[in-house]
């Protein structure tokens, strides 16, 4: 969901909230919802009306050309509302200190978000499994996936596992695609009955981002036949999987990833579909030489 439903979200709950009161029932609440709606739609509401608050200097930072004015934006963003969690983290990334000093600031920054949905009455224990659901959780939950991500790029990978198992807990329908990094982290690390319940967990569904880390898997632990029957099923869902072994073979897929040019394109059981599965373990594609190796023969079969 992009930020400017989130922004739509906010008004209706605004517009909801100085319109009814404790005794207001839910069909009245209902009522207010599609009167809002139309409004909309007709209008009479303009979400962007009005001076320019927080999370306008926000958007207004991701379409900045320079880093300078990428970062005025952002502190504006939190002088109009220290609280603003998503403009704090990217005031964290954009300062691209080393990973360490990073993820202590993630880490801090994860406990002010929490405290502050504490205060709107939101608790992990009271509301786990339908974060993001709920609007307030979502820069906390976007602090928490770039928090993974930190913990991946420093070679933690078993506390990024832990990090990614309790993000599916706070949000069951995984909304971020979590699992994905999930995947691939139980892959690199050659666990391959977590990586079962995972797949399982989610229907089972055969696509590219539970496929290929199963059959790396599979290849980790030696298991050829099981991870070769992985590989075939991936290429019936992906019919750029030949294509993906030919690339990373010839150290091509490195630069096409490189540029993130690819993400404009991206489509479900293609090229870009494995390139995005992939993003954010480049490092250990090298690593995984011998499989590149063996996984291209048996694809080319």
């Known amino acids: 969901m992009s930020r400017e439903t989130e922004k739509i979200i906010k008004a209706m709950n605004k517009y909801i909230d100085e319109n009814s009161d404790e005794s207001t029932s839910q069909a009245d609440i209902d009522r207010l919802m599609q009167t809002f709606t139309q409004m909309l739609n007709s209008g009479k509401i303009d979400v962007n009306d009005g001076p320019m608050d927080s999370d306008d200097y926000l958007d207004a930072a991701y379409s900045s050309s320079s880093v300078k004015e990428f970062t005025d934006n952002i502190k504006m963003a939190l002088k109009l509302n220290p609280d603003n969690i998503d403009a704090e ?37 009271g509301d786990k499994g339908d974060f993001w659901g709920i609007i307030e959780t979502r820069p906390y939950m976007r602090v928490r996936y770039t928090y993974l991500h930190g913990l991946i790029h420093a070679n933690m990978l078993r506390p990024a596992i832990a990090e990614a198992e309790y993000l599916l807990e706070l949000c069951e329908s995984d909304n971020l695609g979590v699992r994905y990094t999930l995947m691939m982290l139980y892959a690199v690390t050659g666990n391959v009955d977590e990586a079962l319940k995972l797949h399982k967990k989610f229907n089972s569904r055969e696509e590219s981002g539970m496929l290929l880390p199963l059959a790396i898997a599979y290849f980790c632990n030696r298991d050829l036949n ?36 690819y993400l404009e394109g991206y489509r479900m059981g293609t090229l870009e579909d494995l390139c995005t599965n992939f993003d954010a373990f480049v490092k250990y594609m090298p690593v995984l030489g011998s499989f590149v190796d063996w996984g291209y023969e048996q694809v080319k079969r």
């Open 89 to 125: 983290m990217e005031l964290i990334n954009v300062k691209n200190e080393n990973m360490t000093t990073t993820l202590n600031k993630l880490e801090k920054l994860i406990k002010k978000a929490e405290g502050i949905l504490e205060k709107d009455g939101i608790t992990v224990e």
């Open 226 to 261: 099981k991870s070769r029957s992985y590989l075939k099923r991936l290429k019936k869902v992906n019919a750029d999987t030949l294509k993906f072994f030919e690339m990373w073979r010839r150290r091509e897929i490195y630069r096409y990833m490189e540029d993130g040019a």
